[in-house]
């Protein structure tokens, strides 16, 4: 019985040092592509005067929507006031946009967390990964995550509920059945170990076309 909790718990580490690099090479992209557009900022700026020396009102207009246009793109969307929950939450949101998924993300942590950044990034990551897999299989116009992070009291409160293709997914033990085949239900369980680690409080519900998770985490 120890044999196979070790490999288990080996395994969980593998798959979070996985977890961990997937998320690092997102927020270096996102942040590689803001650095990009700076980078160009003199360029954009030369161009304009140029415009604006032969009075091309039309020209500088056009201008700026293209950028307007280009900015948004990279712009971050997200600010909770914790960097790294900054960082996870743009970058996962920028992915469910490339894969046409709309997302509703309102998000505060006016406090300094307990949590550890891995701890967030973990919890984070793997909500929004599963809400996307999930996502996937509706048609664009109906894929929609809602995202709710605040403070309630002394508790940081985690809300992910994205539109299921209709059927009400299948419990088994305290977990719902993961899709995503072997290995990949360890992302339900480290949330879990985090949670219970923290001492905090996890609730899951799988309603006809939705699907929340709920968590609260202790930050005294």
């Known amino acids: 019985m120890r044999l196979f909790s070790k490999k288990i718990e080996k395994q969980i580490a593998v798959y979070q040092q996985e977890l961990m690099e997937t998320h ?3 927020v270096d992209n996102m942040y590689r592509q803001i650095r990009g557009w700076r980078h160009d900022y003199r360029n954009h700026i ?3 005067k140029a415009y604006a020396a032969d009075n091309d009102l039309d020209a500088i207009k056009n201008y700026l929507d293209l950028l307007d246009e280009d900015l948004t ?3 971050t969307v997200i600010k909770t006031g914790n960097p790294m929950t900054d960082a996870i939450l743009n970058s996962k949101i920028s992915l469910a946009k490339a894969k046409e998924i709309e997302v509703v993300a309102d998000a505060h942590i006016p406090v300094k967390l307990k ?6 990034c973990c919890i984070i990551g793997n909500l929004f990964d599963n809400a996307i897999e999930a996502s996937m299989k509706l048609p664009p116009n109906q894929r929609l995550i809602r995202v709710y992070m605040d403070m309630k009291n002394t508790q940081l409160y985690i809300s992910f509920t994205n539109f299921t293709a209709g059927k009400k997914m299948k419990k ?5 059945r993961s899709t995503k085949g072997d290995g990949h239900g360890f992302g339900l369980v480290r949330i ?3 949670v219970e680690r923290l001492e905090g409080y996890i609730s899951r519900n799988s ?3 939705a699907f ?3 968590i609260l985490l202790p930050q005294m």
């Not at 088994?172 to 719902?176: C, H, P, R, S, V």
């Open 24 to 26: 690092y090479r997102e």
């Open 46 to 48: 030369q161009t304009m």
């Open 73 to 75: 793109t990279v712009d």
């Open 115 to 120: 949590s550890s950044e891995i701890d967030l």
């Open 172 to 176: 088994e033990g305290a977990l719902f």
């Open 192 to 194: 879990d170990a985090i």
């Open 207 to 209: 309603e006809d076309g």
């Open 212 to 214: 929340t998770t709920e």
